[in-house]
């Protein structure tokens, strides 16, 4: 038999936005609305590749955010499975466990939800092969900190097994650990796919059997960058399996590197930013893009783009807008002043000659980047735990990127002052 579905997982519906950056109403409802759009896209993809079932690895939902609305319109997606007539097989995860609603929602008759007790459903093939043994185990509680494999049934022999699990694997940074395991021990099972849930970033192991973590099929913001995907799985009379990509994100976050190392002025500066937008764009699998611009390199207009970061965020719109469905969530300048115009700048200005002191003793200082780091720390603990790898995946690359960002902070106050100095002298 030919057997075939569709593997997803941590769609996170109505999750709220992470990134205070999105203060643009229509680009604050694009993603506002991306999940749920997501899920559609699966849905279609279940109907139009006419699918045998649709696997649900955990996280539809986002914890204590969730409402009834919500339950309802996932309640509805899965009619439109049913309608079809094709399964959904669905365990809870960490999220999933959080929300209230999740004991409450009525489903339809098509979708079957794995419990805290680990089970499996046999499914026989409708002309001969060899039957199927779908396995899945569901979070009764939000935090899972032991394995969970030893709690699957065995394999069921003369079958292809299947088993549904959420799982942070041997960990993830920026995931806590949850119902942690190893590959070997994935594979060690016998099963034949383990479909996964829980790391948000698409990985594929193979070895004894197939091994997917899917990743989110919607991004929610630039740390979840890229293109997003559920797999299709066709598994053949034989029972080899075939595991393909499907791209079902509406909007795709990508970091955009912009080189000014050749710009002198301002029309250069726009210029280069237009081409590197429009060049991502044209990679773009999603529908829309949602670029945050790094600018780099050495150049003359480095102190200006500083001082003139809101002009420069309110030309990347317009051409976002000209080059279609692509959207800037942010702008960040790391370009310097080339070395001559620098040395020179720093005989004759205080300004520079300040921010030249600053490099040298105050941002390199023991002193300064213990306070520096203990207000990170404050506002790290704050953060929910997937918003905190933007400071860093260690200890080293935290150090880093606080001394980076007082860095450009320094830079950003004295382009200021020197733009305010030069208006009040002419």
């Known amino acids: 038999m030919v057997y075939r579905f569709i593997h997803s ?17 229509k680009l604050s409802e694009l993603i506002g609305n991306a999940t749920r759009q997501a899920l559609r896209k699966i849905v279609d993809l279940c109907i139009n590749e006419r699918v045998d079932a649709l696997v649900l690895a955990g996280d539809v939902y986002d914890g204590e955010q969730t409402s009834m609305k919500t ?29 209230k609603i999740t004991n409450e929602l009525t489903l339809p008759d098509n979708v079957k939800l794995f419990t805290g007790r680990a ?38 022999e003369n079958a292809i097994n299947i088993g549904i699990l959420h799982t942070s694997l041997t960990g993830s940074d920026g995931h806590n650990t949850y119902a942690p395991c ?6 060690a099972t016998g099963f034949q796919y383990w479909a996964l849930g829980h790391i948000h970033k698409r990985s594929v192991y193979d070895g004894a059997c197939k091994i997917v973590m899917p990743g989110n099929p919607q991004g929610r913001d630039i740390n979840e960058a890229g293109a997003k995907t559920a797999t299709l799985v066709t598994i053949d009379d034989d029972g080899s399996l075939v595991i393909e990509e499907r791209h079902t994100g509406l909007a795709e976050f990508a970091r955009i590197a912009v080189n000014l190392q050749n710009c002198n002025d301002w029309s250069d500066v726009i210029g280069a930013t237009r081409s590197a937008l ?32 809101d002009r420069l965020k309110a030309e990347a719109d317009v051409m976002a807008e000209q ?61 929910p735990v997937e918003c905190r790898a933007s400071f860093g995946i260690d200890e080293a690359a935290f150090k880093a990127e606080i001394q980076e960002l007082s860095r450009q902070g320094a830079e950003q106050v004295l382009a200021r002052l020197q733009s305010q100095a030069r208006t009040e002298i002419a």
């Open 323 to 383: 080059t279609g469905k692509s959207w800037i969530e942010k702008i960040d300048i790391g370009c310097t002043l080339p070395a001559a115009t620098s040395a020179a700048a720093t005989s004759n200005d205080p300004l520079s000659e300040l921010m030249s002191e600053i490099d040298a003793t105050i941002l390199t200082s023991d002193a300064f980047a213990l306070r520096t780091e203990e207000a990170a720390r404050e506002i790290l603990n704050a953060l």
């Open 9 to 25: 997982a941590d769609i996170h519906l109505d999750s709220p936005l992470k990134t205070l950056a999105l203060s643009d109403p």
């Open 182 to 187: 190893t590959i070997g021990e994935l594979n």
């Open 119 to 156: 089970e499996y459903v046999e499914i026989d093939p409708s002309s001969g092969g060899l039957p199927l043994a779908i396995h899945g185990i569901s979070f009764s509680e939000a935090k899972a900190p032991a394995s969970l494999l030893s709690k699957f049934r065995p394999r069921v």
């Open 71 to 99: 339950a309802r319109f996932f309640a509805s997606e899965m009619h439109r499975l049913h309608q079809a007539g094709i399964k959904v097989f669905l365990v809870r995860g960490n999220h999933d466990a959080l929300s």
């Open 278 to 309: 429009q060049a991502a764009r044209a990679e773009t699998k999603s529908e829309h893009l949602v670029a945050r611009l790094l600018l780099t390199g050495a150049t003359p207009t480095a102190w200006g783009l500083r001082s003139n970061a």
